[in-house]
């Protein structure tokens, strides 16, 4: 089940085993994925909360906002993974609906943060991509480097 944060209305299958909750600024994160940047950046300096909070306060244009999935157990207690990305908001003219990964050509190393044994992560990432798959209006292009 998509559990909306803002604008977003997304449903899911009720028999999904996990929630994906999306948050529009790393500062609305709870602790559970605070956690899961301190396990991914253990693998590397690139998947750290420093890194992508330094990204987002320098690197960003001022139409990019910020755009995390979380995706949690359905009790709320643990993450199992994150998608950080960012969405292009282009007032002055339409434009295709972009999902990016937080990520430039500054970023050497980028990689959805999955969180638990590495064996378990075809179910939190088939929640994540049918939660992206559900949002309306949908994205046209969702890049995931």
Same mark, same amino acid.
């Given at each position: 089940?998509?559990?909306?944060?803002?604008?977003?209305?997304?449903? %899911?299958?009720?028999?999904?085993?996990?929630?994906?909750?999306?948050?529009?600024?790393?500062?609305?994160?709870?602790?559970?994925?605070?956690?899961?940047?301190?396990?991914?950046?253990?693998?590397?300096?690139?998947?750290?909360?420093?890194?992508?909070?330094?990204?987002?306060?320098?690197?960003? $244009?001022?139409?990019?906002? *910020?755009?995390?999935?979380?995706?949690? %157990?359905?009790?709320?207690?643990?993450?199992?993974?994150?998608?950080?990305? @960012?969405?292009?908001?282009?007032?002055?003219?339409?434009?295709?609906?972009?999902?990016?990964?937080?990520?430039?050509?500054?970023?050497?190393?980028?990689?959805?943060?999955?969180?638990?044994?590495?064996?378990? *992560?075809?179910?939190?990432?088939?929640?994540?991509? @049918?939660?992206?798959?559900? #949002? @309306?209006? @949908?994205? $046209?292009?969702? #890049?995931?480097?």
């Amino acid at each position: 089940m998509i559990i909306p944060r803002h604008d977003t209305e997304v449903q %899911t299958s009720p028999a999904a085993a996990f929630n994906v909750h999306v948050y529009s600024s790393l500062d609305e994160l709870p602790a559970r994925y605070i956690r899961a940047f301190d396990e991914a950046g253990r693998q590397n300096f690139f998947l750290t909360l420093p890194w992508f909070q330094n990204f987002a306060r320098t690197a960003l $244009d001022d139409e990019h906002r *910020v755009r995390i999935y979380g995706i949690g %157990t359905k009790d709320a207690q643990s993450a199992a993974g994150m998608f950080v990305a @960012r969405t292009v908001h282009q007032k002055s003219a339409p434009s295709l609906r972009k999902l990016s990964a937080l990520t430039n050509y500054y970023s050497c190393f980028f990689a959805l943060h999955v969180v638990g044994p590495q064996a378990d *992560v075809k179910v939190p990432l088939g929640a994540l991509a @049918r939660a992206i798959a559900a #949002e @309306r209006p @949908r994205w $046209d292009a969702v #890049e995931l480097q």
